[in-house]
């Protein structure tokens, strides 16, 4: 299939483990690995610090045009600044699906994540990947799990229980999250009719991570 990319496109909803999965699968198949939450999670950090409010989408979309972010390894930087713990907070999460609401932001990030493509292959996860960012991807997951074990998964990670208001602070977040993502005019999130159905609700990451290689060595 000579019109089809070197690309796994890894999209669902928030917390469902896209980038753990994502940067795993890339890393055993030796390919690049693009995080396309993280560009617009660094779009929204990038806006609150330059005090830009996040609903003025031309002052956002000329902001992710001349984003001064890099990648280097795990490390996320911004003008040279390691954010790879302040892109992940809550409230830049949820700054993140408010500027991704916006198309003038999604237009210019459109090329800079079809730029993360080299001859190596590449695993990108986010929202759009299949249907956008790549619709010629040579495979597409979309991969999710319910909000209660998304939630669970999210509060293990930062070290909080899983239960009390802090908890439920994070599923509301998560679950307020999907309904943005879903309800949004542009790109929104959504299962397409040529992407595999991934729910990891019972599954851990390295039965997930052999699913999709399993997937990909039949395309």
């Known amino acids: 299939m000579s019109d089809k990319q070197k690309v796994i496109a890894i999209d669902g909803p928030s917390a469902s483990g896209k980038g ?16 396309s939450g993280a560009l617009y999670r660094l779009t929204a950090l990038y806006a609150q610090k330059q005090e830009t409010d996040w609903a003025d989408e031309a002052a956002v979309a000329a902001l992710a045009e001349q984003l001064p972010a890099q990648f280097d390894g795990q490390k996320v930087l911004l ?8 892109i992940r907070s809550e409230a830049i999460g949820m700054g993140a699906s408010a ?25 990108a996860d ?10 010629n991807a040579q495979l597409k997951i979309f991969l999710t799990a ?8 999210r509060a293990k990670q930062i070290g909080l229980p899983c239960e009390g208001v802090a908890f439920e602070r994070i599923l509301a977040d998560i679950e307020a999250r999907d309904e943005a993502d879903r309800r949004r005019a542009v790109a929104p999130l959504q299962q397409l009719p040529d992407a595999q159905l991934l729910d990891t609700t019972e599954l851990g990451i390295e039965e997930t991570v052999k699913k999709v290689l399993d997937w990909y060595s039949k395309v």
Request: charged share 25%; net charge neutral.
């Open 20 to 35: 753990t999965i994502a940067s795993r699968v890339a890393a055993i198949l030796g390919f690049d690995y693009l995080d």
């Open 79 to 86: 003008a040279g600044e390691d954010v790879s713990e302040a």
């Open 146 to 153: 319910s909000a209660q074990v998304r939630a669970e998964r």
């Open 126 to 135: 986010g929202r759009d990947i299949g249907s956008v960012i790549f619709p």
């Open 99 to 123: 500027v991704a609401q916006l198309p003038a932001v999604r237009a210019a990030l459109l090329q800079r994540q079809r730029d993360f493509l080299t001859g190596k292959g590449l695993v």
